[in-house]
């Protein structure tokens, strides 16, 4: 399928929000970039580095000021049967599924990352700081009432400063470039900067049915059967030029992920130092809009 000639514009996604019981110091419009799109490196995709401010009209279709309001999106189970604990009750509910929250953990959290990774402390002692950290860091997120999966797992990202992104392949632990959480079933739940500067997260803001709407739309045979990733490069071959979000993320800040999987990557920028991110994900309930009218 070839590019469309007419540039499509930031469309209606899922919404930024700044989760309910945590307080960031920037607000959006101070912290968030869009550029014109995509450019390819073989196989991979990256964000272009024309990054700018959003639009007036374009932060008002990015950024929901009152969490938890109706969403644009009629969303409905992937799957009836699928398994899961009993959600929590609505009034108990941080975030909805078609929002991202942003979120922020103390700075004793973070503190007590690096002090479990210290180079002078034994293997074992190492890996039992780290294992207390990431289960004060889960108590802590739940106890801010984010829907976390019941099981979870958690991994610390180390990246150089100077890479096009962070997100790895699994299997040959070479940069993937901008796409869903690989393996699918363990699904992106929440990203959080560990390190000591300031990190970006790019995101395209349509869910991948979004993505096969917009497609089907546009003439393409059978969007609605691609696998994730061929639907992440026929869209991106369809719409080049579509903006993609950069969302800046002092430290401790973080971004909890809507309920649907998000193209997505980490962009360190201008770092001096390692890019070091704490990914938590888990198994979850997918929930999708259906086709944009």
């Not at 991994?155 to 940069?175: F, H, I, K, M, Y």
């Not at 369809?238 to 979000?245: G, I, K, R, S, V």
Request: aromatic share 8%; proline share 10%.
């Amino acid at each position: 399928m070839a590019s469309r000639v007419e540039r499509l514009e930031l469309q209606e996604g899922f919404s930024l929000v700044t989760a309910p019981r945590f307080r960031p110091r920037r607000s959006w419009a101070d912290r968030l970039c869009l550029n014109g799109g995509i450019e390819r490196e073989g196989r991979r995709v990256h964000p272009r580095s024309d990054w700018r401010p959003p639009t007036t009209r374009e932060l008002t279709l990015l950024v929901r000021q009152d969490p938890g309001r109706e969403s644009p999106f009629n969303r409905v189970p992937v799957s009836e049967n699928t398994k899961s604990a009993d959600p929590p009750h609505h009034e108990e509910i941080c975030l909805e599924p078609w929002e991202a929250g942003l979120v922020a953990i103390p700075a004793r959290l973070r503190e007590a990352w690096w002090a479990s990774a210290g180079w002078g402390a034994p293997p074992a002692a190492r890996d039992e700081g780290y294992r207390r950290f990431v289960a004060t860091v889960l108590e802590f997120l739940r106890f801010k009432r984010l829907p976390l999966p019941v099981r979870c797992e958690a991994d610390v990202l180390a990246s150089r400063p100077d890479l096009r992104g962070n997100r790895l392949d699994p299997t040959t632990g070479e940069l993937n470039g901008l796409g869903f959480s690989t393996p699918a079933s363990r699904r992106t739940g929440g990203w959080i900067n560990l390190g000591d500067e300031t990190t970006h997260l790019v995101l395209l803001n349509i869910p991948a049915q979004g993505m096969r709407a917009l497609l089907a739309r546009d003439g393409d045979s059978d969007p609605w059967s691609l696998p994730p990733f061929d639907l992440v490069s026929r869209f991106f071959e369809a719409y080049p030029d579509y903006p993609l979000t950069r969302v800046s993320l002092d430290p401790g800040e973080g971004v909890w992920f809507p309920r649907a999987d998000v193209v997505h990557d980490g962009w360190p920028g201008a770092k001096q130092e390692a890019d070091v991110v704490l990914i938590i994900r888990g198994e979850m309930e997918e929930l999708v809009p259906e086709p944009f009218a």
